[in-house]
């Protein structure tokens, strides 16, 4: 389905992506995993076609990108990509049409997932009025309203409590089972380890391991136990047969030196710890890339990169903000003359500069609303 060999994505002195490499097959729950900032949206930009490109090849069965390829792609983004003074239904079938729905088609469609969301009663609202979750719901159907062969999802649970993440996750099953490939980017190491066929996981921009959940796991070793229990574990990080400690207040993940080690570790627990659970176990997904970056998923240490490396390369400015504001700087300069000529005057009449200061005024206030249709226009074309 999709082959991403070699991508590789710079802004300037900051590389976004280097060296990525990825297969997804239809019917495949693919994770797309790395940190906060470790490149992954700016893959996906770049897979998708929203940005170029430095070098790399990117082919769907075998062929490289083409415009017609959008209406087989469902595209969650990161960020919210809606017309937040729209009604829900309104910016559903919209969004519909632009994939080629007919308009009673996409009015069934949308009344089912919003009744599979829950937000039945909500079609007539508009989108500023719901809460942030069920705004990301409404991007989901979105995304899958037109039954895509692919789906991509850029941090899917974003927003979603509990209850409704159980819900996407029987979505994806279904959409699995219909031969649909997705791919879902996240850093919540706990969704991919439940859900994920295969893995891509990367820091940096770089790949840093990938394969089969299975393959991934049996690689790093069975040498783990998990332990649950009250008290100070923080000694646990200093014995000497403990070759790696993840310890939060009741919970630890350790891998062991030798699993025949476990014995002398309970020797060490007796006395010190009031043990609930000690069990043998596979390295979790989290405990995995732990060991392989060397930091936290989910630490507030990590520099935000995304800042830098996720944005598209810089615009040049629309030609309508352009305008108004050459437009607004010539009323300014007229105003200055103006005003000068007048106060040299022995019976100034300050009719002109008002009107010329309102002028400005309304100047200001056209630029505000050239830039804010160039930035829904850019969101609108992020989305397709």
């Known amino acids: 389905m999709l082959r991403v060999t070699d991508l590789r994505k710079a802004y300037d002195t900051v590389v976004a992506v280097d060296g990525v ?13 790395g940190p906060n900032g470790a490149g992954k949206t700016t893959t996906i930009r770049t897979v998708l076609n929203i940005i170029a490109p430095d070098s790399g090849s990117i082919t769907f069965d075998g062929k490289p990108f083409s415009p017609e390829m959008w209406n087989i792609i469902g595209y969650l983004p990161e960020e919210r990509g809606l017309y937040r003074k729209s009604k829900v239904l309104n910016t559903i079938l919209y969004f519909a049409s632009l994939k080629g729905i007919p308009a009673q088609a996409a009015k069934r469609l949308a009344d089912r997932w919003l009744d599979r969301f829950g937000l039945k009663e909500s079609g007539y609202r508009k989108v500023d009025e719901l809460s942030k979750g069920n705004q990301q719901k409404i991007q989901i159907i979105i995304a899958i309203l037109h039954s895509p062969q692919l789906l991509v999802l850029d941090e899917p649970f974003a927003g979603l409590d509990p209850v409704n993440q159980i819900l996407l996750k029987d979505i994806f099953l279904e959409l699995r089972q219909q031969n649909t490939a997705v791919i879902f980017s996240t850093h919540q190491m706990e969704q991919a380890e439940k859900m994920c066929d295969n893995i891509c996981l990367i820091n940096k921009g770089k790949h840093v391991l990938s394969g089969s959940l299975r393959d991934v796991k049996k690689q790093y070793g069975t040498n783990s ?60 997904l989290n405990s995995i890339f732990l060991h392989v970056v060397g930091h936290p998923v ?17 615009q040049p ?68």
């Open 21 to 33: 490499s990825l297969e997804v097959q239809r019917g495949e729950l693919f994770g797309l995993l």
């Open 317 to 384: 400015m629309d030609p309508r903000v352009k305008k108004e504001i050459l437009y607004l700087s010539l009323n300014i300069v007229i105003f200055f003359i103006v005003a000068i000529v007048t106060l040299t005057q022995d019976e100034p009449n300050f009719a002109f500069p008002a009107i010329f200061l309102a002028a400005i005024g309304l100047g200001i206030y056209r630029v505000l609303r050239a830039k804010g249709k160039a930035a829904e226009e850019q969101k609108l074309s992020e989305r397709l």
């Open 225 to 284: 136990v998990r332990l649950e229990y009250e008290g100070d574990g923080s000694f646990l990080k200093k014995l000497p047969f403990v070759k790696r400690a993840d310890v939060y207040q009741n919970y630890a993940e350790l891998e062991l030196t030798d699993i025949q080690k476990s014995k002398e570790l309970l020797s060490k627990l007796d006395d010190r710890l009031s043990l609930r659970k000690f069990e043998i176990i596979e390295p979790s």
């Open 298 to 314: 989910n630490s507030e240490e990590v520099p935000p990169v995304s800042a830098m490396v996720a944005a598209p390369a810089r």
